[in-house]
Structures are given as structure tokens and as C-alpha cells.
């Protein structure tokens, strides 16, 4: 169900929060904001690294960045965040730096195992080694090196955990920072002063702490890389709009920034340049690559009165095109701020993983400190040996960084596939709802249907010609603004002029062509001129009429000399799109505020059972209402502002992006270029993401679920199993890449 406006007088602020490493980290985030005077609602994204805050009037920007600030991470809002470039550069920046403090963790780490653990391998390796280097002048060498890595690419988690521990809620640097200083501590401690350590204790273990922080450094460094992969949707996007312009100047091209170009503005469109603007198209003819925008393939022809939007591509022909919306406003902008919304938005699947997170971390730490004391009570000797092991393994495998990814690197990456796609996701409610929805309701008016009346049949009465019985009732239509009588002028364009013409309200218009006297009109305005209709005529037009069509008739020098029909033709491959949804195992409904007849004859034609005709804009809503009633889950797909209640009330509301700004605001996705086959694009990207979003939250609970009992060692006293510090943080780094990686599967879905 749709989620409760806002009071009008709340604001939304959004934030890029630096920093953010696990789970725990947005839950902080969000912990912290929520308890600011005046916040409303807030939302944290840790794959997006945003966070979104509906505020009450008062509260400032600069006091919600703060209070980040303060709980430990970078803050800036987006009105005062650089533009998108620098804030890629400053993500490159970082990486850059994982990428550094990794290949200094290998690199002191390779030493330590060359030490330590290598010669465990080889038979008599470790006797050989103590004969040639002495134990102790090995155990300060490794000394050295495990405080090189501890103290400097690690100083990183020490930093970050201590500030979580401080604030009172630890993060998951937290765990890494108390892990391995347990091990490098008593490593420490057996190297210095071992006669402090009971007999046999005195095992080092910087080769663990050493190799725990270099696995999660790489962990880190390869999620970092994914993320950026998974935003490549956004940045194609905005990389569609060229930086300049050639913008005509007393008559003349002349290349200028794109943020110099105002409304009003003509600019020039050269061939295969990308159109800089959304605008009018004044002089030439071309066929424009919409692809990018609308996930159709096939160019549309521009002419003279056509619009265009920015970021298409244009074809071979030269377009002079007048700005009606530059910069922010173009649909480009608007896209590319709606995809960004819903990378940052929670569908309600999210709900489960939040509140598992907020005590997770407090959970693992008391977990590890009931394993390090059942080891000490029960534990075979060395005790305290054993009960480090465990413990530290406990901190280190448990993880929450999988459970805190899980939705949103699969929302970021499947609403950046939709977008591909032409469908664009608003926010991930919508996605959610959209894959679950079992039942999609169509308007039909400019949804299902062209949008504007068509002459769609031609029968020629008596022995006239039908083309040019049509041609005359053009030319005496030419003056009418009526929509029939516009739909006959397309049809016959280079209608001659007409004379004496003379229109009849609600009957017709009469007037002279060429000399011959020509009627156009219903039946009714027949009557009126006395012209007799032949029976069969008459059942013809009646035939028309049942298929929701409207008969007109032509009359000649008082003749019948044509029988035409007028209606909104269906869309070109809307009965494909239907079937396709159908075959998905969804049920199809129809919903319009046109008449019993015309809706029951476009419904036969696309195969829909269920109709609902002469439905008030208000009552659309109602009838949306009564099916969610009987347990259904309803997406809504319209266009106009008559649909904008519906679209709000389903759960799911899928706006034309042909339509109006009204309808394309109260939907959950908007589907580019009014093509009904995005909506069977979009119901796939949907259910194929909350596919995904179930399977990363499956692995993600079950890897805690099944390996924090083994590294606390409950296998230990069956099979003399106990999982090494290592081995937990390489199983934890492989649970993330998996999440990571089943995510990016969407990319091709």
C-alpha cells in the first residue's frame, strides 16, 4: 500500500555520508539522525552512501551534517556537494587509497607467512628455521612486521571502531579492531613476556591478525570496485548530456556551455551530435536515436513541431531546435535524479535485515565473550590459547557487512538495469510492489491507445471513389477544430480549399468543393438533409459502432459517398505487450472513463476480461481500492491527470512518461517513450531484483547463522574442528563478494 503523504510543510534533505563500512555503520547513521529534534523520517543507503531525512521546518542542513559528523563520519548535503565529477574523483581518490593500504598489508604479510607459515608446511621447516634464525630473533621479526601492519593499513579499523565503541554503537570495525588486537596482543605478550602465559600458551599469532586485516582490505577494495560497476547506470546516464552546445548567435552556430543556453534558446544539432536540450524542433528533418531514453531501438522521424529531449542522438540530418527546458529541468535530469532516489530508497524486505543489524554486532561481541569463558571453564589445555582462537574467530566471521548490502546493491544495480530498460524506478516501494503485483490494471486512453482519434476504415458507398470522397471531406473539415475533424485532415493532407462551409453543431459541417456541394457528419445530420441510407449502409455503420468506433458519413451533391470510421487506434504491439504479461502469469484489467461500448471493443481486441467503463477520476481510485480489497496486489499503468489518484493508490503505479508531469509524479516507475512493452521489461527487472534481494538475504543469514556456532567451536568436541582466525576472515570476505556478485547478475537480466 501506498505510504502516507507528508505534512506540506516537511522538507526532504538528502546527504552524502563518507565513511559508512558495514550495516552497523547506516543503522549508527540512522540512530543518530532520528533522534534530532525535528527529524520526521530517515533512510540510509550503504550502497549509495546517502541518506535521505524528512525534516520539520527549523532544522538546518549544517545541524543534520553535523550530527554525522559528529557520530564519526564525513557529511555534506547534495545542494552543497560538488558535482558529480568531483564526487567520481573523490571515489576514485578513495579507492586509490584501499587500493595502497591493501598492497602494503600484502606486502608486510607475505614476510610474516614466509616466517611463520610456510615452514608449518614443509617437514622440519620450523626446526630449520629456529636453527638457522633463533626462535626469538623470528618472533621479533615478526613482532616488527605484525606492528607494521597493525598499526598502519589497520590503523584504519582501529580508528573507525574506536569512534563506533565510543559513541556506543560498535560497527564492524569494531569486531576487526578488538579481533585482532586479542591476537596480536597476546602475541605481543608471548614474544616479550611468555613466562606470564601458562605453560605451553605461549603461541604467537601475528600471522592471523597480519592476514585478518589484509583479507578484509582486499574485501573492501573489491566491494568498492563493485559499487562503482553497480553505478554505472547513473553515470551512462548523465554522461548522455554533451557539456556544450552550438547555440545560434545573431544566425550562427556558436559553441557555448551547456549551462549558458536559456529557455528560449535555438541551438543547432548537428548529425550524430547528441541533442543538448529538451526542445521544439523549428527547421529540418531527421530520425533521432531515443534509444537510451525509451529502450526502443528503432529512431523516430523529427520534423518541424516535434520535440526532442536531451541526451538522444541525432541522425543524419541538421535540426535547429528551440530549448523549452535546459540544464535540471530537461527529462534527462529529472530521470537521473528519480533512478538516484530509488538507489537510495528501502523496499519494505529491507525492514527484516534493519532491525536484525541494530543488535547484531552487540550479539556477536556477548557471543564472543560466552565462547572465550566456555573455553576457559571447559576447554582442553592450552585454555587460554584455545579460547582465543575461538573468540577471535567469532569476532572476526560474523560479519554484518553481507546483511547490510544484501537489498541495496541489488535495488542499485536492478533499478539501474530497469532504467536501461526505459522503465524508471522512483523508489524501491515501487519495485517491491511491482514484482509482487498479481494483477495490472491499463487505462486506456493514450495508455493502451494512440491518445487522439484516427480514421481507421474506409468504405466507399454507391460509385464514388473513396479517396476522393475523403479528400473532400477534408477540405470542408479544414476550418473545424473539432478532434474527428482533425483526424481527417491527417488522413488526407493537400486537402483542397472549401467554400460556403457551414458547420452544425452536434450534427455536422456542410460546404462547396470544386463546385459539388459535400456533407460530413453523423447519421442524425443525414436525417436533417433528407438523405436517404441503404439498409446495408446502415448495418455497416452499426458494425463500426460495436467495435467502439465512430461512423462518419460523407455526402456528395446529396448522395452517400462514403462511410468512414473514427477512432483512437490501439498502440502498434500493445496486444503482444498484453500477451507477454499474460504468459508471466499476471491477470489484466481495464479501467477507463470512456463509454460501455468503445471499452468493451478495445478490450475484446487485446484480449482483457475484466472492464470497468465510464469510471469518474475520482472513482478510478475507488475501483483500485476494491481490488486491493479482495487481496489483490494491483499496478496501475495511465497517463493523464485523471489517472494520477489511481496511480497513487495502487500499489504499484506505472506513469507513461508521454503523459502528463501530474501522472508521472504520482507513479512509482515511469516507463519512457509510452511504450507498453516497458511494462513487461519493468515486471521482469522487478521480480528479477527481488529474487536476488531474497537470495543475498538467505546467504547472508545463513552464513552468521551456521559459521558462528563452528568458529565458536561447537564441532570442536565431535570432530576436533576449531575454525582459524583466517579462515573466518576469508570466509567473511567471501561472503560479501558473493552478495556483491549474485547482485551484479541483474545486470543482464
Known amino acids: 500500500m501506498p505510504a502516507t503523504a507528508p505534512p506540506p510543510d516537511d522538507r526532504t534533505v538528502t546527504l552524502r555520508v563518507e565513511g559508512m563500512e558495514c550495516a552497523s555503520c547506516s543503522a549508527r547513521v540512522e540512530r543518530v539522525l532520528s533522534r534530532l529534534d525535528g527529524v520526521a523520517e530517515v533512510g540510509v543507503n550503504l550502497a549509495t552512501e546517502r541518506a535521505t531525512v524528512r525534516a520539520r521546518p527549523g532544522l538546518s542542513d549544517d545541524v543534520i551534517a553535523e550530527a554525522i559528523r559528529k557520530a564519526g563520519f564525513g557529511a555534506e548535503t547534495e545542494a552543497a556537494a560538488r558535482n558529480e565529477a568531483e564526487r567520481a574523483a573523490t571515489k576514485d581518490a578513495e579507492r586509490d587509497r584501499q587500493r ?4 602494503w598489508a600484502v606486502g608486510l604479510t607475505i614476510p610474516i607467512w614466509l616466517l611463520e607459515m610456510v615452514p608449518m608446511l614443509v617437514p622440519g621447516g620450523h626446526a630449520w628455521v629456529d636453527a638457522t634464525l633463533g626462535t626469538q630473533p623470528v618472533r621479533l621479526m615478526l613482532l616488527a612486521l605484525g606492528t607494521a601492519v597493525q598499526f598502519g593499513p589497520g590503523l584504519h579499523f582501529f580508528r573507525a571502531g574506536w569512534a563506533a565503541l565510543r559513541s556506543g554503537a560498535p560497527s564492524m570495525d569494531t569486531l576487526v579492531m578488538i579481533g585482532t588486537s586479542a591476537a596480536y596482543g597476546y602475541s605481543v605478550v608471548a614474544t616479550l613476556a611468555p613466562g606470564v602465559l601458562p605453560a605451553g600458551a605461549d603461541h604467537v599469532y601475528f600471522e592471523a591478525a597480519a592476514t585478518i586485516i589484509t583479507l578484509i582490505l582486499a574485501g573492501r577494495y573489491l566491494e568498492a570496485v563493485a559499487k562503482g560497476r553497480a553505478g554505472e547506470a547513473i553515470r551512462a546516464l548523465l554522461d548522455l548530456q554533451p557539456p556544450t552546445a552550438l547555440a545560434l548567435r545573431n544566425g550562427e552556430p556558436v559553441e557555448v556551455p551547456l549551462a549558458e543556453v536559456a529557455v528560449g534558446d535555438r541551438v543547432l544539432v548537428k548529425p550524430g551530435a547528441r541533442v543538448p536540450v529538451d526542445g521544439t524542433v523549428v527547421e529540418g528533418r531527421s530520425f533521432v536515436d531515443e534509444s537510451a531514453m525509451t529502450g526502443e531501438p528503432v529512431p523516430v522521424e523529427k520534423e518541424p513541431e516535434a520535440t526532442v529531449a536531451a541526451g538522444t542522438v541525432n541522425g543524419t540530418g541538421a535540426l535547429t531546435v528551440e530549448a523549452m527546458a535546459v540544464g535540471g529541468a530537461t527529462a534527462l535530469a529529472r530521470i537521473v535524479r528519480m ?3 530509488a538507489q537510495g530508497s528501502k523496499p519494505p524486505i529491507q525492514a527484516l535485515a534493519d532491525r536484525v543489524v541494530r543488535v547484531f554486532v552487540p550479539f556477536v561481541l556477548a557471543t564472543a565473550a560466552v565462547t572465550f569463558a566456555a573455553w576457559m571453564l571447559v576447554g582442553p589445555d592450552p585454555r587460554l590459547t584455545y579460547a582465543l582462537v575461538a573468540s577471535v574467530s567469532v569476532l572476526i566471521i560474523a560479519c554484518p557487512c553481507a546483511m547490510g548490502i544484501a537489498t541495496p546493491i541489488s535495488v542499485l544495480v536492478g533499478t539501474g ?24 490494471v491499463f487505462d486506456k486512453t493514450g495508455t493502451l491507445t494512440v491518445g487522439r482519434p484516427a480514421v481507421t476504415d474506409v468504405v466507399a458507398l454507391g460509385d464514388f471513389d473513396a479517396e476522393e470522397a475523403v479528400r473532400l471531406a477534408a477540405a470542408v473539415e479544414r476550418q473545424s477544430e473539432h478532434p474527428i475533424a482533425r483526424a481527417l485532415v491527417e488522413y488526407a493532407p493537400g486537402a483542397p480549399e472549401a467554400a460556403d462551409v457551414e458547420a452544425v453543431p452536434g450534427y455536422g459541417v456542410a460546404g462547396t468543393v470544386g463546385g459539388r456541394r459535400v456533407a460530413v457528419g453523423a447519421e442524425r445530420y443525414l436525417d436533417r438533409l433528407g438523405v436517404a441510407l441503404d439498409p446495408t449502409d446502415r448495418e455497416r455503420a452499426e458494425a463500426l459502432a460495436a467495435d467502439g ?10 448522395a452517400p459517398a462514403a462511410l468512414l470510421a473514427v477512432s483512437d487506434p490501439i498502440k502498434p504491439g500493445a496486444r503482444a505487450a498484453l500477451d507477454a504479461l499474460r504468459q508471466r502469469g499476471l491477470d489484466l484489467a481495464l479501467i477507463t ?4 461500448t468503445t471499452a468493451r471493443a478495445v478490450a475484446k481486441q487485446l484480449g482483457i476480461e475484466t472492464v470497468r467503463a465510464e469510471v469518474l477520476p475520482d472513482e478510478k481510485a475507488d475501483a483500485v481500492a476494491a481490488l486491493q480489497a479482495e487481496g489483490r496486489v494491483v499496478a496501475f499503468v495511465g497517463d493523464g491527470i485523471n489517472d494520477a489518484p489511481a496511480l497513487a493508490r495502487a500499489d504499484a503505479g506505472l506513469a507513461m512518461g508521454t503523459g502528463t508531469d501530474v501522472a508521472i509524479e504520482a507513479g512509482d516507475v515511469v516507463l519512457a517513450g509510452g511504450d507498453i512493452e516497458a511494462v513487461g521489461r519493468a515486471v521482469g527487472v522487478a521480480r528479477a531484483t527481488l529474487r536476488n534481494i531474497r537470495q543475498n538475504l538467505f546467504w547472508a543469514f545463513a552464513y552468521n547463522v551456521v559459521l558462528i556456532p563452528v568458529a565458536a567451536g561447537v564441532l570442536y568436541p565431535a570432530l576436533g574442528v576449531l575454525l582459524s582466525p583466517m579462515l573466518a576472515a576469508l570466509a567473511m570476505v567471501f561472503s560479501d563478494l558473493f552478495v556483491i556478485g549474485n547482485a551484479l547478475r541483474l545486470r543482464s537480466a
Do not use: C, N, S, Y
Not at 530497469?418 to 511491482?434: H, S, T
Not at 472513463?593 to 460501455?596: S, T, V
Open 100 to 103: 595502497t593500504r591493501l598492497w
Open 339 to 341: 533512478v538516484e532516489d
Open 417 to 440: 538495469r530497469a532504467a536501461e530498460k526505459g522503465a524508471f524506478v522512483r523508489e524501491g516501494a515501487g519495485l517491491q510492489a511491482l514484482a509482487e503485483a498479481d494483477l495490472i
Open 549 to 558: 468506433k465512430t461512423p462518419v458519413w460523407v455526402v456528395v451533391d446529396d
Open 593 to 596: 472513463g470512456d463509454a460501455e
